[in-house]
């Protein structure tokens, strides 16, 4: 069975920066994409960023680009996601998910989501 | 970008009766389209993909339809599970994969 396991949310001051993790198992790691998908409190869901199943290609939301850099260690079947510069506007659940694989068809495997508050 | 438009924004249906829902793409995203069910406190569960596929292990009232730009979800016959937040996702050119802004289905 495929989990996806989210940490590394919290509380941190606007301009501060976080490591969020996402370990995963009961899958080949490498072998799929993984993204990342926020969610503000009580709105909706939106897109953050994408991965490779090498990390060799990586994805951005024009919200994030330039703040927040998604990487993996598929030696340890691990996502990441650095947020620096972080605002108060990057407050959310933060979900790590996996592409559904082979063929193209959104994201069929989801962490329950890590919370990263961004106030003073 | 593709801005993905749902509607309506609350849908009151009763239990047994059928369920409608709309998205619609600023402009083509041919077949490429998801639709996830999530419940309070809850991720989002992958429901529909390819507009019309269901994912694994979700039941047959399920169902999606369309292509381009106009989709529907449809739940034939509401159990009192169903009642949550769907949401169409498109991934047909990204980035960034985009959203719809959710539709809240609830009791009448």
């Known amino acids: 069975e495929v989990q996806l396991l989210e940490s590394g949310g919290g509380l941190v001051q606007p301009g501060g920066s976080l490591r969020l993790s996402c370990a995963a198992s009961?899958?080949?790691?490498?072998?799929?994409?993984m993204t990342w998908v926020r969610q503000a409190p009580g709105k909706g869901l939106e897109w953050v960023s994408a991965?490779?199943?090498?990390?060799?290609?990586?994805y951005y939301a024009d919200s994030v680009k330039g703040r927040f850099t998604i990487s993996r260690d598929n030696s340890k079947n691990t996502l990441f996601l650095q947020m620096n510069s972080l605002r108060a506007d990057d407050t959310a659940v933060y979900y790590c998910?996996?592409?559904?694989?082979?063929?193209?068809?959104?994201?069929?495997?989801w962490g329950q989501g890590t919370l990263v508050t961004v106030s003073s | 970008e593709i801005v993905m438009t749902q509607s309506p924004a609350t849908l009151s249906v009763s239990p047994g009766e059928r369920a409608t829902l709309s998205c619609r793409a600023s402009?083509?995203?041919?077949?490429?389209l998801a639709w996830y069910q999530q419940k309070p406190g809850q991720a989002p569960r992958l429901l529909i993909y390819?507009?019309?596929t269901r994912a694994t292990g979700i039941p047959a009232r399920f169902s999606g339809s369309g292509s381009g730009t106009e989709f529907t979800l449809t739940i034939s016959s509401l159990q009192s599970e169903d009642f949550a937040v769907y949401y169409c996702?498109?991934?047909?050119?990204?980035?960034?994969?985009?959203f719809g802004q959710g539709t809240r289905l609830e009791i009448k």
């Open positions: 998910a996996k592409f559904r694989a082979p063929v193209p068809g959104g994201f069929d495997y």
């Open positions: 009961g899958l080949t790691f490498s072998s799929y994409a």
């Open positions: 991965i490779g199943g090498s990390g060799g290609s990586t």
């Open positions: 402009r083509s995203v041919t077949s490429n």
């Open positions: 390819g507009a019309s």
């Open positions: 996702q498109q991934y047909n050119n990204w980035p960034p994969i985009t």
